[in-house]
T-cell receptor
Framework: AQKITQTQPGMFVQEKEAVTLDCTYDTSDPSYGLFWYKQPSSGEMIFLIYQGSYDQQNATEGRYSLNFQKARKSANLVISASQLGDSAMYFC????????????FGTGTRLQVFP | EAGVAQSPRYKIIEKRQSVAFWCNPISGHATLYWYQQILGQGPKLLIQFQNNGVVDDSQLPKDRFSAERLKGVDSTLKIQPAKLEDSAVYLCASSPFGGQQLAAEAFFGQGTRLTVV
């Protein structure tokens, strides 16, 4: 069975600083994809970044990067130069190759950016 | 490109009543998901369709929840009868590919906030 674990219920970061949001996963699938989504207070889920299990390099998208450590089964999100608008819930998600494309989510981390 | 449309945005019902939610995915998307998100928690997958077939409904409480996807396009999720613990946001999402498309991003609608009183 697949499982996503996010152990940080909440994180604080000062504007312009970098922050790391943790995500560990468990799967028996030989290949899988890892996603990060942002959910502002308005409720919509916004896709941020994707990492494939066989990708050689860590994914980056603007200020977002994914610190992928396959042996440790971790896929941490790094946000550089935090902005006030980054305050939101952040969810890590996974899709496995053998699990009917099921996309499962972790419990989320609430990030608050302060001036 | 139009996004995933959901209606209604908000619904308040009494326990034991019935309710239905509607979702129109992005045109051409083969995979459609319904998630339940209880306040303060992550989205929990209720059911997943590929075209008009169910590929996973292992977490759908089938004694009270039902879902269908007509002609592989629109989908409805129904709760009958509702319980207090069904109060949540119900999110619909779609992906552009079926099959083994690991990188296929799921696009989400704005959700339906259900309150059962």
């Amino acid at each position: 069975a697949q499982k996503i674990t996010q152990t940080q219920p909440g994180m604080f970061v000062q504007e312009k600083e970098a922050v790391t949001l943790d995500c560990t996963y468990d799967t028996s699938d030989p290949s899988y994809g890892l996603f990060w989504y942002k959910q502002p207070s308005s409720g919509e889920m916004i896709f941020l970044i994707y990492q494939g299990s066989y990708d050689q390099q860590n994914a980056t998208e603007g200020r977002y990067s994914l610190n992928f450590q396959k042996a440790r089964k971790s896929a941490n999100l790094v946000i550089s130069a935090s902005q006030l608008g980054d305050s939101a819930m952040y969810f890590c998600a996974m899709r496995g190759s053998y699990n009917t494309d099921k996309l499962i989510f972790g419990t989320g981390t609430r990030l608050q950016v302060f001036p | 490109e139009a996004g995933v449309a959901q209606s209604p945005r908000y619904k308040i019902i009494e326990k034991r009543q019935s309710v239905a939610f509607w979702c129109n995915p992005i045109s051409g998307h083969a995979t459609l998901y319904w998630y339940q998100q209880i306040l303060g928690q992550g989205p929990k997958l209720l059911i997943q369709f590929q075209n008009n077939g169910v590929v996973d409904d292992s977490q759908l409480p089938k004694d009270r929840f039902s879902a269908e996807r007509l002609k592989g396009v629109d989908s409805t999720l129904k709760i009958q009868p509702a319980k207090l613990e069904d109060s949540a946001v119900y999110l619909c999402a779609s992906s552009p590919f079926g099959g083994q498309q690991l990188a296929a991003e799921a696009f989400f609608g704005q959700g339906t906030r259900l309150t059962v009183v």
